[in-house]
Nanobody, 119 residues
């Protein structure tokens, strides 16, 4: 039902910056929470950052001070600004929308975008 399209991934050197975008097929204001996850082979998917419809943000300890999640309601887009990138940030990054309605939680995932931090 809800479609999420990610973009902005690529190859960047350590210490560099990258901005990921997640465009939603409907108003993100109607989505309770938008979040970014990341995953590397052999590891479980990890929550990186989230933002609610009331602009409450949350970050993983490993990215605090370096990453910033933001929301542009007019463009139905959520961003993840990544600064001071490290090799440990290399992963596939996924956008997730969470809708809580009628006592049930519905999750929607983007296709993922590869971020590689390497010299």
């Amino acid at each position: 039902q809800v479609q999420l399209v990610e973009s902005g991934g690529g190859l960047v050197q350590p210490g560099g910056s990258l901005r990921l975008s997640c465009a939603a097929s409907q108003s993100i204001f109607s989505i309770n929470t938008m979040a970014w996850y990341r995953q590397t082979p052999g590891k479980e998917r990890e929550l990186v950052a989230s933002v609610t419809s009331r602009s409450t943000t949350n970050y993983a300890d490993s990215v605090k001070g370096r990453f910033t999640i933001s929301r542009d309601n007019a463009k139905n887009t959520v961003y993840l600004q990544m600064n001071s990138l490290k090799s440990d940030d290399t992963a596939v990054y996924y956008c997730k929308g969470i809708i809580n309605a009628f006592g049930m939680v519905h999750d929607y995932w983007g296709q993922g975008t590869q971020v590689t931090v390497s010299s």
